[in-house]
């Protein structure tokens, strides 16, 4: 009785403990400014590396996007495409008849070898930039007319050796999108925003890395990273250690959330968080504080009713958070009465992270390493 007394009680202080971090979260998210500059014109010629994946929904958009980039400078568009090479030659030729002002070339097939194939389609496809600034982002994500503006301002500040940016999600189609979207605005982006304004953590997102060609070359290219899972946080890393700052904006771009079904959503969630606690261990330890509403439901389970008050507020505190991450960012509304589902889920994950190395990355099954590096399973 007394070790159930002490199991509730430490349950119940967690949720306490969890609800008042989440109000952290809601006044330093409220508060997130970023860092901002102007750019002098005319702007330095930039080459944008796109590595695609596929046939993904709305692609031709998102790279029209770039096209479109209210940006007073010379642009240079390279994608890259290792699999799937008819569609992105259909992809690229549509980009140059409707820009036909915009120089775009196409890195028909990554030679470069390493696990990461995304890294080693972008050490393809740098070899066609033809500009000193390259921004490199993934295809699913989503960005403004001033995106590039505001991006490359930041990058030519001194000191500052990388541009990344925060990212939100944006729901593509069926309840694993939706998850994934509420996952990204509810516990990564106020997650992060926390990191950096406390100094937790100085990240770089895949999202976006904008840096210069002599930057990357100074890092040793992308070969460093050709077998790393967490290859934006590598790279990252590698840029500080060289003796730059990594600058963050104050807007988000978006990321497109593919992952239709419950399953594809809990494959990718567990991904995340085993990456993450690779990289950081004891921080990633310390996230079970961002998980109020499970921690009082356990309470209740362990024998403390009075843990029931506790979950209406950790719903209470969860939704404000939701709320204000939308204000904050320009987001539309977002579906709120999945929080109850998606908050057990990403505990049930978070849990599960503890328990196994595998991850699932684009079809294929790996194990990390306790580097953080990626090995391919043998079937």
Request: glycine residues 8%.
């Amino acid at each position: 009785m007394a070790l159930l007394t002490f199991i509730s009680d430490a349950f119940l202080a967690a949720a306490l403990a969890a609800c008042l971090w989440t109000s952290v979260e809601c006044v330093l998210v409220r508060r997130f400014a970023g860092e901002t500059s102007e750019l002098a014109k005319p702007g330095p010629a930039v080459t944008l590396l796109k590595p695609l994946h596929g046939d993904e929904p709305g692609l031709f958009e998102r790279l029209s996007a770039l096209c479109r980039q209210d940006y007073p400078g010379t642009i240079q568009i390279v994608l890259g495409a290792e699999t799937a090479i008819d569609l992105a030659r259909r992809i690229a030729q549509r980009l140059r008849s409707t820009f036909p002002f915009v120089a775009i070339d196409l890195d028909s097939g990554a030679s470069e070898p390493g696990c990461n194939r995304k890294v080693a389609n972008l050490a393809a496809m740098i070899r066609r930039a033809q500009h000193p600034v390259i921004v490199m982002s993934d295809s699913d994500i989503a960005v403004g007319p001033r995106y590039l503006r505001d991006v490359v301002a930041l990058l030519c500040r001194p000191g500052v050796g990388a541009v990344t940016c925060l990212y939100h999600g944006i729901a593509a189609r069926g309840l694993g999108s939706e998850l994934s979207a509420l996952a990204i605005n509810t516990r990564f982006l106020p997650q992060a925003v926390v990191a950096v304004s406390l100094g937790l953590a100085r990240p770089c997102f895949g999202a976006t890395i904008a840096l210069r060609r002599e930057t990357l070359d100074r890092i040793g290219g992308f070969r460093p990273f050709a077998d790393v899972l967490a290859d934006d946080h590598a790279i990252g890393a590698a840029i500080r250690a060289a003796g730059y700052d990594v600058a963050i904006p104050g807007f988000t771009v978006g990321h497109v959330c593919f992952e239709q079904r419950l399953r594809q959503h809990v494959l990718h969630e567990l991904r995340v968080a085993r990456t993450i606690k690779q990289i950081d261990r004891l921080g990633y330890a310390g996230t079970i504080l961002t998980h109020p509403l499970p921690l009082a439901l356990l309470a209740i389970s362990a024998g403390r009713m009075s843990a029931l008050a506790i979950a209406v507020l950790a719903l209470a505190c969860r939704t404000a958070l939701c709320r204000i991450v939308a204000l904050r960012f320009g987001l539309p509304r977002q579906p709120v009465w999945l929080l109850p589902l998606h908050d057990l889920i990403a505990f049930a994950v978070y849990v599960a992270s503890f328990f196994g190395s595998t991850v699932s990355w684009r079809g294929t099954q790996y194990r990390l390493s306790r580097a953080g590096g990626l090995i391919k399973r043998r079937h």
